[in-house]
């Protein structure tokens, strides 16, 4: 996956996410390939859109709009976008460019399936425990206040740049994971978790802005923190046991920004590291170099 920026008349060029965005944030990564040959060789996609993944995009020239399997998305000035796909995105997408002369160009493109660990358990299920009387009041609260802060729109560039790994440590829970019991899958792991002592500092892995800061530990994600890199794209750190920065502060990638933890529901210290773009649920695994 990691290559230089190929061309094609029908499949745009690919290069991996992260070996793309190590241009500086503000610069556009130069093609290294042959000039376009055809209407659609100057859209081009960092990677092959996999479930689970996130690709940087460049749009058509003289493109207006951009949609996404008909969502809306935001453009860059410099006509670069972000395309994301949910663990569970189906295996075709259409993308819909609207020119500056009204046109509309469509392209269809193809959604490889995620490689997910899948764990069948054979159990005698009794219905499972029911939710605490303290944490059907408190949820409620807590998920207004995540889904607010995600609502949130800066003009971060972080998104451009190649994402480093906020903690060193072994990785101990994979994005995507799920245990499937009797036949009737459960949910699946919605992040990376990273074992790591508890105390342990960890840092931002691309620029942002601070959307939330739990100071008051929420029920299940402890004291979260979450950060928006721009264009619809957020990292969520959770089970944290200190919070260095606050809501509104702008974070620099490599920058101290709390401290590992087992704060809400977790069985050990560790960090979780969740990322979203907008409504998708993306890998942070597949934004980093080869581990």
């Known amino acids: 996956m990691r290559c230089a920026f190929l061309a094609s008349l029908t499949v745009v060029g690919f290069l991996t996410t992260a070996a793309m965005l ?25 990677g092959p859109p996999v479930q689970g993944g996130l690709v940087i995009a460049r749009a058509l020239k003289s493109t207006r709009h951009v949609f996404l399997n008909g969502e809306a998305l935001q453009l860059a000035p410099d ?32 959604v490889a399936a995620g490689d997910w660990h899948i764990e069948n358990v054979a159990a005698h299920m009794t219905g499972g425990a029911k939710s605490s009387a303290e944490f059907e009041a408190r949820r409620g609260a807590e998920l207004e206040r995540i889904n607010a802060a995600r609502a949130l729109i800066h003009q971060s560039n972080g998104w451009r740049q190649a994402f480093i790994r906020p ?93 590992v933890g087992a704060t809400g529901r977790a069985s050990g210290p560790h960090l979780h590291w969740g990322m979203k773009w907008n409504n998708a649920r993306v890998d942070p695994k597949l934004l980093l170099p080869a581990l």
């Open 167 to 259: 903690v060193a440590g072994r990785i101990s829970g994979l994005f995507g994971a799920q245990r499937v019991y009797n036949g009737m899958p459960g949910s699946y792991h919605s992040g990376m978790d990273i074992a790591a002592a508890n105390g342990t500092a960890f840092v931002a892995p691309a620029d942002g802005v601070v959307i939330l800061a739990a100071a008051d530990a929420f029920t299940l994600e402890g004291h979260l923190l979450m950060i928006d890199h721009g264009m619809g794209l957020n990292s969520a750190f959770l089970h944290a046991s200190e919070l260095l920065v606050k809501e509104g502060d702008v974070v620099q990638q490599g920058q101290i920004i709390g401290r």
């Open 79 to 110: 006509g670069l976008f972000l395309l994301g796909f949910d663990r569970d995105a189906p295996v075709q997408a259409s993308v819909v460019f609207v020119l500056a002369d009204g046109s509309r160009i469509a392209r269809n493109i193809s």
């Open 22 to 46: 190590k241009a500086a944030p503000q610069q556009t990564p130069a093609l290294t390939s042959a000039a376009p040959q055809s209407p659609m060789a100057d859209f081009w996609m960092s």
